[in-house]
């Protein structure tokens, strides 16, 4: 009976994220010229970085093109969040176009669901952390050793040593 409710529960949860994953639209029409047109759509933006790491790289294309250029747009221009990258954070887009929006959208993420947080470390490790998730699906991604390296890292304990000796970045 237990094994029965816990698959019954598991996929439940499949379906659902399933079903989240397919119904995700960008707002259409957005305007973002003033501070409050960006926290209008906050909610939005959490919704569109959930659907860019859930969703497979080589499964709707022209969708997340748009989710990407809305989140990009939103991040440009947002007076609430800092999206910080480097050279390391960029080569994860050479061999997995995509992955860097993947970053970018994480890190809004956790900033708006964490009361605007300023703490770059955990930004930066939930951002990493949804890129390793999206990596491990392995629907659409090449394969790319300096990610590996990362989920090593990961895999050890070792993020944090990882974000010092590889994201060596100054807030703005």
Same mark, same amino acid.
């Given at each position: 009976?237990?094994?029965?409710?816990?698959?019954?529960?598991?996929?439940? &949860?499949?379906?659902?994220?399933?079903?989240?994953?397919? +119904?995700?639209? /960008?707002? *259409? %029409?957005?305007?973002? #010229?003033?501070?409050?047109?960006?926290?209008?759509?906050?909610?939005?933006?959490?919704?569109?970085?959930?659907?860019?790491?859930?969703?497979?790289?080589?499964?709707?294309?022209?969708?997340?093109?748009?989710?990407?250029?809305?989140?990009?747009?939103?991040?440009?221009?947002?007076?609430?969040?800092?999206?910080?990258?480097?050279?390391?954070?960029?080569?994860?887009?050479?061999?997995?176009? &995509?992955?860097?929006?993947?970053?970018?959208?994480?890190? +809004?993420?956790? /900033?708006? *669901? %964490?009361?605007?947080? #300023?703490?770059?470390?955990?930004?930066?490790?939930?951002?990493?952390?949804?890129?390793?998730?999206?990596?491990?699906?392995?629907?659409?991604?090449?394969?790319?050793?300096?990610?590996?390296?990362?989920?090593?890292?990961?895999?050890?304990?070792?993020?944090?040593?990882?974000?010092?000796?590889?994201?060596?970045?100054?807030?703005?």
């Amino acid at each position: 009976m237990k094994k029965t409710i816990t698959l019954l529960i598991v996929c439940l &949860g499949i379906c659902c994220n399933n079903l989240y994953s397919q +119904a995700y639209q /960008v707002p *259409e %029409n957005y305007v973002l #010229k003033v501070a409050a047109d960006y926290s209008k759509y906050e909610q939005a933006v959490i919704g569109a970085a959930k659907w860019l790491k859930e969703t497979p790289f080589d499964e709707q294309a022209e969708k997340r093109k748009a989710i990407s250029q809305f989140v990009l747009s939103w991040i440009n221009g947002s007076p609430t969040v800092d999206v910080e990258l480097n050279e390391t954070i960029l080569d994860f887009n050479k061999k997995n176009e &995509g992955m860097l929006i993947v970053f970018m959208s994480a890190c +809004a993420r956790y /900033v708006l *669901e %964490n009361n605007y947080s #300023k703490d770059m470390r955990a930004k930066h490790r939930a951002a990493l952390r949804d890129v390793i998730a999206v990596y491990k699906s392995g629907n659409g991604i090449k394969k790319d050793k300096k990610i590996e390296k990362l989920i090593k890292s990961e895999e050890a304990g070792k993020l944090d040593e990882w974000i010092d000796e590889n994201l060596k970045i100054q807030p703005r």
